[in-house]
């Protein structure tokens, strides 16, 4: 059994609908006291993904898409930017940095969040 | 359709969802917990992902758990994917069944307790056709199958802390909130 110091403290996070995914876990850092965090495992939805592409917002056709290994460092100050992959209604998928308060929760986001104080 | 799309209706033109219920005042709910520990979980070939990491879970007496996809592949696939609903803004859409093998390519999911206190499990994760294609969304009991070289996860176990079930009044979805163990 491995152990990561940073995860000494952990915490469970659960966002409502319609707030912005990459904003509510940046509060949600701050709410906890963290002066960095990261994710360690998330799952959730969203109602219509818009994804970062070099500076360009791509939308992909909504509603409601399942959200899948979303990843990176949350800066409790803003300015977070969280990769993943956006899974459709039809199965397909696109991945890409989420476009910071453009990505609304959907039904729900569950997510396993490490911080350093 | 009560999906805002409008400027009026949706915020910086972020698209909204109009739920059924009231909207909560508590927008983030969170739980401080203590990580019992890492470890990596290898899968024998045929093994039901869900099954396996729940029974692992229980053996060690713990509450509740995050995982991650590692490498390796699945023989058996279907899937649920999230999309418009018809009495509610975003409902669940399949079964889809994938032909396999397909390889993980990420994914990452919970354990936790449904409402009646059995072992529940949460999982969105992303696997990679021959063809290079990507396909993923929303796994199902005993419909995620470990291929003929297993399968490895990362599973981050939890001392004193879960998700558990419960409707949320908001959505009306019976979904996962955090909770002291």
Redesign the interface.
Known sequence: MTTDPFTDRVVLVKLQPNQDVTQALEQAARDCGFASARILGAVGSVVEAVLDRDGEEVRIAGPGQEIAALSGEIRPAGGSRLSGYVCCMDASVFGGTFAYGRNAVGITFEVLMAGQT | MT?ASDPATA???????I?SGP??P??????????H???RVDLAPGEDLFTSLESRLDAAGLP?A???LGQGALAELT?M?????TDV???F?GP?D?ETPVGV??????IGLDENGRRSS?????FRRPDGR?????LIRGKAIAGPRGLQVDL?M?AD???ARRE?P??Q?T????ERA
């Not at chain 2, 915020?11 to 969802?17: E, P, S, T």
């Not at chain 2, 990507?134 to 929303?138: D, T």
């Open positions: 999906v915020m910086n033109g972020m698209r909204l969802a739920h909207t909560l508590d927008r983030i709910n969170w739980q401080g917990a203590s990580l520990g890492v470890v509740g995050f995982f991650n899937l994917t999230g999309g418009p609903g803004p975003i409902t859409h889809i994938v390519e990420a994914g990452s999911g919970v949460h999982c969105h994760a992303v990507l396909v993923g969304g929303h981050m939890l802390a879960r998700f949320d908001e959505t979805f979904v996962f909130h955090p």
